[in-house]
C-alpha cells in the first residue's frame, strides 16, 4: 500500500540549513507529484511546494514564502523527495507533511489544495529558533 514517511526536522537556527526526506513505498515518486505542506498549532495546513512527475513536465512550485530559499528535488533509486530548506526564520517552525495522490495527480495544477491528496505522511517537526 502507499506509505510516506518524513524525516530530518529538528532544532536549528535562524538562517541555519535542514533536508527533510519523504521516502515513498507503494508507489514510484517519479512517477507522480508530490507536495510538501506545514502546519503550526491553531492554523491550516500552509503549501510549501510541489514537483510534477517529469512524465509530465517535470515543473516544480513554491509558495512565495520560501521561493529562492526552499528546493524540492527526488532521488528515483530511493524512491525519496527531498526538501532542502536554507536561510530559515522563525516562521518556518512547523510541522511538515510530504503528500502525493496516485494514480490520479502527476502534475501541481491546483496543488495547494489539500483536499486533492489521498496520502500523507506523519509529519516531522522542524523548529527554528536562536
Known amino acids: 500500500q502507499v506509505r510516506l514517511v518524513e524525516s530530518g526536522g529538528g532544532l536549528v537556527q535562524p538562517g541555519g540549513s535542514l533536508r527533510l526526506s519523504c521516502a515513498a513505498s507503494?508507489?514510484?515518486?517519479?512517477?507522480?507529484?508530490i507536495s510538501w505542506f506545514r502546519q503550526v498549532p491553531g492554523k491550516d495546513l500552509e503549501g510549501v511546494g510541489c514537483?510534477?512527475?517529469?512524465?509530465?513536465?517535470?515543473?516544480?512550485r513554491y509558495a512565495e514564502s520560501v521561493k529562492g530559499r526552499f528546493t524540492i528535488s527526488r532521488d528515483n533509486a530511493k524512491n525519496t523527495v527531498y526538501l532542502q530548506m536554507n536561510g530559515l526564520k522563525s516562521e518556518d517552525s512547523a510541522v511538515y507533511y510530504c503528500?502525493?495522490?496516485?494514480?490520479?495527480?502527476?502534475?501541481?495544477?491546483?496543488?495547494?489544495?489539500?483536499?486533492?491528496?489521498?496520502?500523507w505522511g506523519q509529519g516531522t517537526q522542524v523548529a527554528v529558533s536562536s
Open positions: 507503494g508507489f514510484t515518486v517519479n512517477d507522480y507529484a
Open positions: 503528500t502525493a495522490d496516485p494514480p490520479l495527480r502527476t502534475a501541481c495544477a491546483g496543488w495547494e489544495t489539500t483536499s486533492l491528496y489521498e496520502y
Open positions: 514537483m510534477s512527475s517529469p512524465l509530465r513536465d517535470g515543473s516544480i
